[in-house]
C-alpha cells in the first residue's frame, strides 16, 4: 500500500540494513543565534536525540555499540552511519571531515546527515562526495521541512521557508546523494490541503524518502508554554490518520516512506499516542477503506490538465 523503508533498503545492500544512531554535534543555527537562539517552538533539549541510548559515548563507539545491538536484535549485517540530533552539517569542514570518517566501519553502506535546508551548503556536499568516492559508501542527507505552510514555519520559529528547503534538495540531487524529507503532519496551523501541497512538492523535486512525523510537546519548550496556557489545540489521532492517507495518496509511488509516525519521548506533556504498529494498521485501513494506496493520486505533473484534454486525440492522429 506503500513503499516500506526495510524491502527497500533489503534490495538495495542485499541484507537487513540497520541505521544506527549518533549524537556529536551539539547546536543548531536556530539555537547558536546565526538564524534565531530560541529554536524552533517543538524542539527537546537532545535534539531529537533522545532515542539514542549511547549518546554519551564517542562516536566510533556508539558505533560499534549500535552495530552489536542490530545485529542481536534485528540479526542486521549492513549498517548506516547516521548523525541524527541537531543540524550534523553545522561545523568547520575539518572537523566534519574528521567526524565523519569515525564511524565508517567494516559493513557500514551509508552515511546518513540530517540537517536544515539552511545549512548545507556546496562545500560541505563536496566533502560528502570526497568521502562516498573514497570510502566507497552512498550518501544519505535528511532536510527537514516539517511543514509546507509559510505561515506555520513562522509560528514555530523554523527559522528558513520552503525555498531554503527546494535549493538544499535540488542541490543535494546534483550530487547523487539521496534525499529524505521530514515533514510533522499535524500542526493544528495546517489543514489536510498543506499536506497534499506538501506530497506534491516532494513529488515534484524528486525527493527519494519522507519521515512523517506526529507532533509531540515536551517540557521546556516554547510550545509547552502555549499549550498549558491553551493557546492551541492539539489534534487527534483520527485527524493525524487522515492527513497521512491523504499526504501518501498524492505523494509519488517511488518514494520510500522511512517512517509513517514519530516516536515521542516518554517524559511528552502530550502526544497522539499512537504506537508505530497502530499507525501503520490504522493508516493501512484507512487507505483500504478508500480503495487507494501511495500514488493514487500522483496525476499532476508533467502538464496534466494537458495531457487529460489532449493527450488522447494527439495519440490518435499521428
Ligand atoms: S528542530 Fe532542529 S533546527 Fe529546530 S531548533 Fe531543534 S535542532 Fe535546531
Not at 67 to 87: E, L, P, V
Not at 97 to 109: A, G, K, M, Q, S
Request: include cysteine.
Amino acid at each position: 500500500m506503500y513503499r516500506e523503508l526495510a524491502p527497500y533498503l533489503r534490495e538495495k545492500y542485499g541484507g537487513r540494513t540497520q541505521r544506527i544512531s549518533i549524537s556529536y554535534f551539539k547546536t543548531c543555527p536556530n539555537r547558536d543565534g546565526t538564524v534565531g537562539i530560541n529554536g524552533c517552538t517543538f524542539c527537546e533539549e537532545t535534539g531529537s536525540g533522545f532515542a539514542n541510548r549511547f549518546r554519551n559515548l564517542d562516536v566510533k563507539t556508539q558505533m560499534l555499540e549500535g552495530i552489536k545491538h542490530a545485529k542481536k536484535r534485528y540479526h542486521a549485517t549492513r549498517f548506516i552511519a547516521y548523525f541524527q540530533s541537531f543540524t550534523n552539517t553545522y561545523a568547520p569542514l575539518s572537523e566534519l571531515e574528521e567526524v565523519y570518517n569515525l564511524p565508517i566501519v567494516d559493513d557500514v553502506v551509508a552515511l546518513d546527515v540530517s540537517t536544515r535546508p539552511d545549512a548545507f551548503p556546496n562545500e560541505v556536499a563536496e566533502l560528502l562526495k570526497k568521502i562516498s568516492i573514497k570510502r566507497e559508501i552512498d550518501i544519505f542527507v535528511e532536510f527537514g521541512l516539517e511543514s509546507i505552510n509559510e505561515n506555520t514555519l513562522v509560528s514555530i520559529n523554523r527559522g528558513h521557508s520552503v525555498a531554503e528547503f527546494i535549493d538544499a534538495v535540488l542541490s543535494a540531487k546534483r550530487y547523487n546523494f539521496e534525499t529524505i524529507a521530514h515533514v510533522i503532519l499535524d500542526f493544528p496551523s495546517d489543514s489536510i490541503h498543506d499536506e497534499i501541497a506538501c506530497a506534491k512538492l516532494l513529488s515534484a523535486v524528486g525527493i527519494d524518502g519522507v519521515k512523517m512525523h506526529s507532533l509531540y510537546i515536551v517540557p521546556n519548550t516554547p510550545i509547552a508554554r502555549d499549550y498549558s496556557k491553551g493557546l492551541f489545540k492539539p489534534l487527534n489521532s483520527d485527524e493525524y490518520v487522515r492527513r497521512a492517507v491523504a499526504f501518501l495518496t498524492h505523494l509519488d509511488p517511488k518514494i520510500v516512506i522511512h517512517r509513517l509516525i514519530s516516536t515521542p519521548p516518554a517524559k511528552a506533556l502530550w502526544s497522539v499516542k499512537m504506537s508505530a504498529p497502530e499507525a501503520k494498521r490504522r493508516v493501512e485501513e484507512g487507505l483500504k477503506s478508500i480503495g487507494k494506496f501511495q500514488g493514487s493520486d500522483f496525476n499532476y505533473l508533467n502538464g496534466a490538465s494537458w495531457r487529460k484534454k489532449f493527450a488522447n486525440s494527439q495519440e490518435r492522429s499521428t
